[in-house]
């Protein structure tokens, strides 16, 4: 008789598969203007709870975004639908790779009901790319919309989308749902794209950027990068002109973190002045608001960010009336 043992079945999926063999990136020491303390307020625990008791997903846990004691604190919170497992297999990021669970048809009320408990007056919303599903996820977007307008219909959402690649007809589903805020990160500039974002395509997120413009342009539209990969100035700058070209209205400007020595290495950390900088170019490029500084993230502070968002347009209006 042969005894076969399973040393497989109950064994740890490792979180990042496709960089397990990738050689050990050296993970440089924080300077003094990047650090963080430790999320362990009474706030930060009850925000936690909430999340935790609706079965959801934040995207502040799953990437170990660093203001993440902040903004919990303030029951501020990123919800990530559609699991916490991504297709793809980004350099930087530190969300699972692998293959997606099913949708779960309960979640949009369970994150409407959280939005409710949280009290939250404006919500922002993201996912794993979803590069098995048809529409890339696009319905089940929608439907998270739709559920958070019928249980808070004052609260205003934000959206930080998928490119939706090769999805015919997606952004057009998600979009018809009328978020407030439309936000896609183009991440790095294009020179970056096949060693930090290999399953984007750069022109590609810029187009999806003007075509929710394209149809509503009431809608407004966010985009953002990390610095600190390798990136010229030169670059970010011509990477401005690109989003203006789509007429976005907000971006993003924050300093990449390595998760973990497989991930891609931070080549410098970008002094605060340089941050200054690229915010007050940005302004004179004409978006309405440019959020920029080593901690910024796509979704930190994106309430207030919100309110600046709509006074900058009425100032505009008023002045070209």
Request: charged share 25%; glycine share 6%.
């Amino acid at each position: 008789m042969v005894t076969v043992l399973d040393t497989i079945a109950n064994r740890p999926r490792p979180r990042h598969p496709e960089k397990a063999h990738r050689p050990d990136q050296e993970v440089l020491r924080k300077p003094d203007w990047i650090r963080v303390k430790a999320p362990v307020s009474k706030g930060y625990a009850e925000t936690r709870e909430i999340v935790k008791s609706h079965n959801l997903v934040t995207v502040c846990e799953e990437a170990g975004c660093p203001n993440i004691g902040e903004c919990w604190e303030k029951k501020h919170a990123t919800f990530m639908i559609m699991g916490e497992i991504c297709t793809r297999a980004c350099a930087f990021c530190n969300v699972a790779t692998g293959i997606p669970t099913a949708l779960d048809a309960g979640e949009p009320a369970r994150v409407a009901h959280a939005v409710k408990q949280m009290g939250l007056t404006h919500v922002v919303i993201t996912s794993v790319d979803r590069d098995d599903l048809a529409d890339g996820g696009a319905q089940h977007f929608a439907e998270v919309i739709r559920a958070i307008r019928a249980a808070t219909p004052e609260t205003t959402i934000e959206i930080l989308t998928p490119d939706f690649l090769r999805k015919e007809g997606a952004l057009e589903i998600v979009v018809a749902a009328k978020p407030d805020v439309f936000n896609h990160n183009l991440e790095t500039v294009p020179s970056n794209y096949l060693t930090v974002r290999p399953g984007a395509r750069y022109f590609h997120s810029i187009r999806l950027l003007q075509r929710v413009k394209e149809l509503d342009p009431s809608i407004f539209t966010k985009s953002g990068i990390m610095v600190g990969l390798g990136e010229e100035r030169h670059e970010v700058l011509q990477l401005m002109d690109d989003l203006r070209s789509a007429n976005v209205d907000f971006m993003t400007i924050g300093q990449y973190l390595q998760p973990s020595k497989k991930h891609h290495p931070v080549i410098r950390f970008i002094p605060p002045d340089e941050f200054k900088s690229y915010e007050t170019v940005g302004r004179t490029k004409g978006f309405l608001l440019v959020a920029s500084s080593p901690l910024t993230r796509s979704s930190h502070h994106a309430g207030d960010d919100f309110a600046r968002l709509r006074a900058a347009r009425e100032a505009q209006l008023q002045k070209s009336a």
